[in-house]
């Protein structure tokens, strides 16, 4: 039963062009969530995240959407560059219990920069 | 300077061995996870550590144990290995609970032929 899905195994996009990854999940207890960043042979990255009292958080190139309505978010990564090459995972914790659960992890979409 | 490390790397065993995987942090934080990414690649929580005491315990075989000797260790004790133990094993940590970032480690291969 997957609570965390990124239906998107692969993802191709010219270098300067926006990137748009998308998430979507069940569980309506999660409330944070995160973004990562994974190269071959190395651990996730974090890259950024949002609370589920926004709906918008943005880093630099990177922008996080949340809607809570659809259980729905994406990750907008612009301009596309070369080095953003990468598997990128979307990830969910729920505040309730103390996020103790740890997080739970979409599998992951690769996104490809084509020069 | 590594902020979460992860010893060994690789890990190439027999079946029934048991092996240790060791994490250690230089962050200061409070709670430490591993982590199983199976071959569907899908990353699946498996133990959290909070101030040195099991937080959860996922529905993990028993012959999985997590020993914390301090706050910036936690090692992941495997017995009797199976071959569907075979995963890249990763560690993380963060500064507390709920709505707080985890770091992670590079991740160890282990290989149970």
């Known amino acids: 039963d997957q609570q965390v899905k990124q239906n998107s195994p692969s993802l191709s996009v010219q270098e300067g062009r926006i990137s748009i990854l998308n998430c979507d999940y069940t569980?309506?207890?999660?409330?944070?969530f995160l973004w990562y960043k994974k190269y071959p042979a190395e651990g996730p990255t974090f890259l950024i995240s949002?609370?589920?009292?926004?709906d918008k958080n943005e880093d630099g190139r990177f922008t996080v959407f949340l809607n809570k309505s659809a259980k729905h978010l994406s990750l907008h990564i612009v301009p596309s560059q070369p080095g953003d090459s990468a598997v990128y995972f979307c990830?969910?914790?729920?505040?309730?219990?103390?996020?103790?659960?740890?997080?739970?992890f979409g599998k992951g979409t690769h996104l490809i920069i084509q020069p | 300077d590594t902020a979460v490390s992860q010893t060994p790397k690789y890990l190439v065993t027999q079946m029934g061995n048991d092996k240790s995987i060791k994490c250690e942090q230089n962050?200061?934080?409070?709670?430490m996870y591993w982590y199983k990414q199976d071959s569907k690649k899908f990353l699946k929580i498996m133990f959290s550590?909070?101030?040195?005491?099991?937080?959860i315990n996922e529905t993990v075989p028993n012959r999985f144990s997590p020993k914390s000797p301090d706050k910036a260790h936690l090692n992941l004790h495997i017995n009797s290995l199976e071959l569907g133990d075979s995963a890249v094993y990763f560690c993380?940590?963060?500064?507390?609970?709920?709505?707080?970032?985890?770091?992670f480690g590079p991740g160890t291969r282990l290989l149970v032929l």
């Open positions: 993380a940590s963060s500064r507390g609970l709920g709505k707080e970032t985890q770091y």
């Open positions: 569980n309506s207890m999660f409330d944070y």
């Open positions: 949002i609370s589920s009292i926004k």
């Open positions: 990830a969910a914790s729920a505040q309730a219990g103390g996020g103790a659960d740890g997080l739970t």
């Open positions: 962050l200061g934080h409070d709670t």
């Open positions: 550590y909070n101030n040195k005491e099991l937080i």
